[in-house]
């Protein structure tokens, strides 16, 4: 499978994201694409991926001709964050980094938005490809332009929309995922075909065998799906001045979730079981059926994903969501289910319908 998939961004041509099984077309992907000699490259990365994958792209990298360095900083979230970025900036000034050098994320999503925002800042911006190994950051964050850093406690609360000159997937790096990463980014897929494309949702239902297995062909087309889906609504609503909240279905609960319950579960755990309450809810307007918000939940537990949490309550979750950014002044902003494939938003939820659908989560 040799697939590409080009994202535009305000009306124009941005960068393709490139389908692989290994990195053996990188190198040639990069010239076609970029066709401009870099002085410097850094490979920005975090521990657990340079142990696995910074010597084979470092190699690849080095026979640009340019000067390539990495940058690793220590795996997970609370590396996402100023200190971070800048030990990242001091490297690349000490490397004497340029307009005219590169940054590349070579890792999940919390490499991805770190890489891109120093890219966004450095010198008022230098270019930075993505190279994303987490089946969250293929699926979701290495598609739209969000970059950032969490600031005082507060998640991606410092950031810039700046986007990639490249996106290369080499699928199989999934491989070496553990289950619960692989699981959350599964969260996602779920939410992708539940907001946008009934067949696909259908697909999910009929080939988790496979997928868990991580079949790459398998793999390779939940990905690419997901890319589509969402590069097709951050090409109409770039800064999410509408559409683009719809991929936040199950993320205002969820979020509020994640907020309570610290490092307990994964973000896509909380997604999960942020979109069993909102199928709840589309159910009570009407929009989906008991038997389809049934379904939902049995194709959330087929990928090994929540349904329930334990020593949560309901009226924290509710005030919780309520400090999510997402709100529209007073009122939260909802995304349902029109139906199985299609969002939409809605205002008028009252708390005790909030309240009502959060129960059914909790144990
Ligand atoms: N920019 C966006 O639009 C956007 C969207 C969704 C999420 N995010 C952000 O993404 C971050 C979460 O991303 P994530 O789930 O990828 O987390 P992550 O980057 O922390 O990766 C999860 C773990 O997997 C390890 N890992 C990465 N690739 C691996 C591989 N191939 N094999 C084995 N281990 C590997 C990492 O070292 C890490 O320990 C959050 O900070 C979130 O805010 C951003
Ligand atoms: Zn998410």
Same mark, same amino acid.
Do not use: P
């Given at each position: 499978m040799e697939k590409n998939l080009p994202i535009n961004y305000n009306d124009a041509f941005c960068y393709n994201i490139h389908f692989r099984?290994?990195?053996?077309?990188l190198l040639n992907v990069f010239k076609e694409d970029l066709h401009t000699d870099y002085d410097n490259i850094c490979i920005v990365t975090d521990s657990n991926v340079a142990s696995l994958y910074l010597y084979e792209v470092l190699t690849i990298f080095k026979q640009t001709g340019s000067n390539v360095t990495s940058f690793s900083f220590p795996a997970g979230?609370?590396?996402?964050n100023l200190d971070t970025v800048n030990m990242l900036y001091e490297h690349l000034i000490l490397k004497k980094f340029t307009r005219k050098s590169l940054l590349i994320a070579l890792g999940g999503g919390v490499v991805g938005d770190l890489t891109g925002f120093t890219a966004s800042t450095f010198l008022r911006g230098i270019d930075f490809i993505q190279i994303p190994t987490t089946l969250l950051s293929q699926v979701d %964050? %290495?598609? #739209?332009g969000k970059t950032g850093v969490d600031f005082n406690g507060y998640k991606n609360m410092i950031g810039a929309f700046y986007m990639p000159r490249l996106v290369y997937m080499?699928? =199989?790096?999934?491989?070496?995922?553990d289950d619960d990463n692989f699981a959350c980014g599964m969260g996602e897929v779920i939410k992708s075909a539940l907001i946008a494309d009934k067949e696909f949702y259908g697909w999910l239902k009929d080939n988790s065998t496979l997928l868990k297995a991580k079949d790459f062909d398998a793999m390779s087309y939940a990905v690419y799906k997901c890319c589509g889906i969402k590069g097709h609504v951050v090409e109409i609503d770039p800064t999410e001045k #509408?559409?683009? =909240?719809?991929?936040n279905f199950g993320h205002t609960l969820g979020h509020a979730i994640e907020k309570l319950c610290g490092f307990r579960l994964g973000h896509g755990q909380c997604v999960a079981l942020g979109m069993v309450c909102a199928s709840y809810l589309s159910e009570k307007l009407g929009y989906i059926t008991d038997s389809e918000v049934s379904d939902i939940i049995e194709t959330i537990k087929l990928y090994d994903l929540p349904i329930t949490v334990d020593n949560l309550y309901s009226d924290d979750i509710l005030e919780a969501s309520k400090s999510d950014k997402k709100m529209n002044g007073k009122k939260i902003k909802f995304i349902v289910l029109k139906s199985i494939g299609q969002a939409d938003s809605y205002m008028d939820f009252t708390d005790e319908d909030l309240i009502n659908a959060i129960e059914k989560v909790l144990n």
């Open positions: 099984n290994s990195f053996e077309d979230e609370s590396s996402k %964050s %290495s598609v #739209g080499n699928i =199989a790096t999934l491989t070496t995922l #509408g559409i683009r =909240a719809y991929l």
